[in-house]
């Protein structure tokens, strides 16, 4: 075979939207989409996880705790958790829309909603960092991303009080959908998102925007927790997977 | 019986369950805080949740013993990083600082930092204070603490302590000082 005179271009085309998600094969409003998740993905990371629902995957690294590198002041007794979310050039969102992510505001809410977990006063005088990767962006990636966190972290072995796991609601046309599609999120007018700690049953971060009537938000509220309990056992049985391939059990 | 336990998986009661390493007491229960397994005592008591060793989070804590290489020195404090802490490596090295009053415990103001330590040299030392913003602040005042590796100036080769105070190298048969650690 010779060679050809113009060897440029893309290897493999992929044409979006041609898998035929669940929802459309009639998922229920309150059903989660099947998820995938498992640990140490990256080899170089003290932990890492790779979490998968349908066409949204995210990929999470955690490093350290590693020495602050000094500076500015940070807090002496305690570890600073710092979070960085990227995304691909291929996950699936045109650049303005990119653009309208708001990135950073993002980072925050995946930091606070670690720091309600980790044990901060164990690592003194120590950085925790977490990066998180959007491959494919297909909606709720946000909580999929403090879900895979929260899994990595749990690898890396930094001590944690309890496990979290993160889900989110959409209002779409008046009706509450869970673990919604980025179509689903384009329509709809509110959307909620809860952290929710596995062992005690509390909600560690409410992540609320656009518009929500106060009867909906309580019971979009009690939907991501219903939603969240069921991820929160596959993140505990996914950690239990691997400890025992470990010790070889 | 030993089992796998994850995060704010439930050990028992607080009472049954010392505050150890892997597990954490609130209120009157007590949970664990990292993947790994139960680990019991000899009379069937759960004292800890122990971790794969290799794969341990560990930071230098205050009444740490850490391992570390000398990077620069004066007259008043020798700079080290820390690569080890209590056997285990680091993710990441921290800097220390051992300044010349915490060099050894007898005739403390006699000390002289260039003849306790030399850049290069492994030092086993323990963490004192967590010490300022960028340093933690060690010690090897204790007698098996100091020098355990030092390479002589003259010839590169590992010098071997011929006493407390000094070091000899195998070639050239020179003597240099150090703060030896008693092994």
Known sequence: ???????????????????????????????????????????????????????SKVICS????????GGRTEAIERAKISCYISRTKFCGLEDDELEKR????????????????????QYPKSTIEVHVLVIEDD????????????LALADAKIELRELMACCSVVNANGQLLLDPTLDEEKEASGSVLVSYLATSGKVSTVFQTGQLAYDEMAQAVELTISGAREIAVLVRNCLRQRESKDRGL | MARIVTPGSILGKAGEVSDGLGCYVEGDEAFSSVTGITHQDGRGRLISVDVIRERKAIVPLVGSVVTCRVLR???????????????????????????????????????????????????VAEVISLGDKQYHSL?????????????????????????????????????????VAKS
């Open chain 2, 73 to 123: 020195i004066n007259s008043r404090f020798a700079t080290v990083e820390i690569l080890v802490v209590d056997g285990i490596p680091l993710r990441s090295v921290f800097r220390g600082i051992i300044r010349v009053q915490d060099v050894r415990e007898f005739e403390v103001d006699q000390v002289d930092i260039p003849k306790s330590f030399r850049p290069g040299d492994i030092v």
């Open chain 1, 62 to 69: 955690v490093n350290g705790p590693l020495a602050n590198t």
């Open chain 1, 102 to 121: 708001a990135t950073t505001e993002y980072e925050g809410i995946v930091c606070r909603a670690l720091e309600s977990i980790v044990r901060v006063e």
């Open chain 2, 139 to 179: 010690s090897t005042a204790k007698d098996e603490h100091g020098v355990i590796h030092a390479l002589c100036s003259q010839s590169g080769e590992a010098m071997v302590p011929i006493n407390s105070e000094q070091m000899q190298c195998p070639k050239t048969q020179i003597n240099e000082w150090r703060k």
């Open chain 1, 139 to 150: 909606g709720s990636t946000l909580s999929a991303a403090i879900t895979c966190a929260c």
């Open chain 1, 1 to 55: 075979m010779g060679l050809r005179e113009f060897d440029y271009g893309p290897l493999v085309s992929v044409e979006r939207g041609t898998e035929v998600t669940t929802r459309e094969r009639k998922r229920q409003w309150n059903e989660l989409r099947p998820l995938f998740m498992r640990t140490r993905m990256v080899s170089h990371a003290a932990g890492s996880s790779y979490l998968e629902a349908e066409n």
